[in-house]
């Protein structure tokens, strides 16, 4: 056995100790200082790329502070991929702290007041965390009107604060001077982890995952070294670890080497693949995507923006999907370009003029069978009827099968 637990290496996962990041550490001493000498509870902004610690340093900065101060602190976590509207945010917020149901449709007003009435508790302080800031859907960040809200039903002694994280550095320029200057108002940024720093994550975590010396002295520093290289992201950094565990484990040994890692690297893309696939695509996108997989494989050749429209025709329905115009089915394919899965060529028609297009899968075809094989068992049936085999044995690297990895049935 390799691992004792996969859990750190798991989203939700918030380490009891943070590492390398002393600096961020210090400027929110300094910020929330400012609430200590009687000020009110301060508002953040933080941002920075992927994985660079901005939930865990939140996360590990606020428990610190609770033991600062003579009240509790209560946190109220709400995902702006799903909340996408200062609305939503509230009937999110109602749902989570307020005893009677809420439905959808109750005015605003109601609803911000029953929330600030639960909060009007002198022994907590409220921290309102909005992650995925760049996916609110309105043209302000919503912290003036929730601190509008809060001055308007909060009661004197209520206290709460507003933090946003977001990884799109663009979304702090397009913050209006009224929010900027606000006095309770802070912008922190973190940047990605180089090697040695990486190396300390990937150490606090292996020595929970992995079991006593189920690791190979130089697995740590290499993988910090390839995604320092990368992208500093300790996201990354971890994804890779747990890949090279999963690759000594189905070849039954006992210690992850460099031989694992190695292989573990190469097959990287292939999981990216699989979660754009699964996450980032839209069921009519992912049909079109199998549907280039599929014709690329059979026929190893591109296909054209005629036939590919006429087979999304064909097939939409036993997909359940609508049928659409030859246009969306052009900007569906400029989606597909845009998130690195499909390659276009376009080609010009001789003398005459005019061009056509060509279209192929920007990876091997197999990396996209495998996410929609897990997707739903219709593309199994359409994958068997042109004669490409599911077996998850007829995937090249049988080392790595991703499918597998990702599930929970093995360890
Ligand atoms: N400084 C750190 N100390 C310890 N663990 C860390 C640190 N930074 C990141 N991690 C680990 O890496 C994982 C990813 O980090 P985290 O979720 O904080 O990044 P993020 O910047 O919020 O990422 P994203 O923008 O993708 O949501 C965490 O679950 C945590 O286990």
Redesign the pocket.
């Known amino acids: 056995m390799i691992f004792n637990t996969r859990q ?1 290496f ?2 939700e ?3 009891d ?5 002393n600096e961020t550490i210090s400027e929110l001493v300094n910020i929330f200082q400012e609430y200590i000498d009687g000020f009110q509870a301060p508002s953040l902004l933080i941002y ?10 939140v996360q590990h900065f606020l428990s610190i502070f609770e033991n600062e101060i003579d009240r509790d602190i209560e946190i109220l976590t709400v995902n702006c991929n799903k909340d996408t509207s200062l609305y939503q945010i509230f009937v999110e917020l109602a749902s989570r702290i307020c005893e009677e149901d809420y439905p959808s449709g109750t005015h605003q007003d109601k609803l911000e007041k029953v929330i600030l009435r639960r909060m009007d508790d002198p022994s907590t302080v409220w921290y309102i965390i909005l ?2 800031l760049e996916k609110f859907n309105e043209c302000e960040i919503p912290f003036e009107e929730i601190q509008q809200s809060i001055s308007t039903y909060g009661a004197d002694r209520t206290e709460c604060g507003v933090i946003g ?1 977001s ?1 799109e550095s663009a979304l702090v320029e397009s913050i209006s001077m009224d929010v900027l200057q606000r006095p309770d108002m802070n912008i922190l940024e ?1 940047t990605p ?1 180089d090697a040695p ?1 990486l190396q ?2 990937l150490n ?2 292996a020595d929970e995952a992995f079991r006593e010396n189920a690791l190979a002295d130089a697995v740590i520093p290499k993988c910090a070294a390839i995604i320092s290289q990368e992208t500093g ?3 990354d950094a ?1 994804q890779l670890l747990e890949l090279a565990g999963y690759v000594a484990y189905r070849n039954d040994e006992s210690r992850v080497t460099l031989a694992h890692l190695d292989t573990a690297t190469k097959s990287r893309d292939a999981l990216n693949t699989y979660y754009t696939f699964k996450q980032d695509l839209t069921p009519k996108e992912q049909l079109i995507c199998v549907i280039i997989a599929v014709h690329n494989k059979m026929d190893e050749k591109p296909i054209s923006t005629d036939e590919l429209y006429d087979k999304y025709d064909r097939e939409c329905q036993s997909f359940n999907l609508d049928n659409i115009s030859k246009r969306r089915v052009q900007q569906l394919i400029a989606n597909l370009r845009e998130k690195g899965v499909v390659r276009t060529q376009e080609h010009n028609i001789g003398r005459a003029g005019g061009t056509w297009s060509s279209h192929e899968v920007a990876i091997p075809p197999h990396e996209i069978f495998q996410p929609a094989v897990a997707t739903t068992g219709r593309f199994v049936r359409y994958l068997r009827n042109n004669n490409i085999s599911v077996d998850p044995l007829a995937i090249p690297n049988p080392e790595v099968n991703i499918q597998t990895f990702v599930s929970d049935s093995w360890s």
């Not at 100790?17 to 990041?21: D, P, R």
């Not at 920075?48 to 340093?57: A, E, F, L, P």
């Open positions: 750190p798991r989203d996962y918030t380490p100790e943070i590492v390398a990041h920075g790329d992927y994985g660079t610690g901005k939930r865990t340093v992650e995925n994280i990884n973190t982890y720093q300390e994550i606090l975590h992201s300790a996201r971890l």
